[in-house]
């Protein structure tokens, strides 16, 4: 039987599907990323962008009404109060898609998920 579920190649190919206005959210949201762990190599991983260092790093993902960070559940507990905001799970946090993300709060959960993964 074959799976009708897409698979992407690349992160390119993933931010590619979505409308333009999404598509300039996602390429921050990367950039922002990348400037917060730039030893950490892109990959696509359970179909979903995900920068890897020694390790999964942090995954996101754009849905109909919110970008979705994964940034497990030490970088959402030890942000607890400033995500308090936010609507979010064990390890997810969602940014609804009507606000501007907040860029200077991922930067810096993705240093303390940089600082968390030993070399």
Same mark, same amino acid.
């Given at each position: 039987?074959?799976?009708? +579920?897409?698979?992407?190649?690349?992160? #390119?190919?993933?931010?590619?599907?979505?409308?333009? #206005?999404?598509?300039?959210?996602?390429?921050?949201?990367? /950039?922002?990323?990348?400037?917060?762990?730039?030893?950490?190599?892109? +990959?696509?991983?359970?179909?979903?962008?995900?920068? /890897?260092?020694?390790?999964?790093?942090?995954?996101?993902?754009?849905?109909?009404?919110?970008?979705?960070?994964?940034?497990?559940?030490?970088?959402?507990?030890?942000?607890?109060?400033?995500?308090?905001?936010?609507? +979010?799970?064990?390890?997810?946090? +969602?940014?609804?898609?009507?606000?501007?993300?907040?860029? #200077?709060?991922?930067?810096?959960?993705?240093?303390?998920?940089?600082?968390?993964?030993?070399?």
């Amino acid at each position: 039987m074959e799976s009708n +579920k897409v698979h992407y190649a690349s992160i #390119d190919e993933y931010i590619a599907t979505f409308p333009t #206005d999404t598509q300039k959210i996602l390429q921050e949201l990367r /950039a922002t990323i990348k400037a917060a762990a730039p030893g950490a190599q892109e +990959k696509i991983s359970y179909q979903m962008p995900a920068f /890897a260092l020694n390790g999964n790093l942090v995954y996101f993902a754009a849905w109909k009404n919110h970008i979705g960070l994964y940034a497990t559940p030490s970088g959402t507990q030890e942000f607890e109060q400033e995500l308090s905001i936010y609507e +979010k799970a064990r390890g997810s946090i +969602k940014f609804p898609s009507t606000n501007p993300l907040p860029l #200077d709060l991922i930067s810096r959960i993705v240093k303390f998920r940089v600082a968390e993964k030993p070399e």
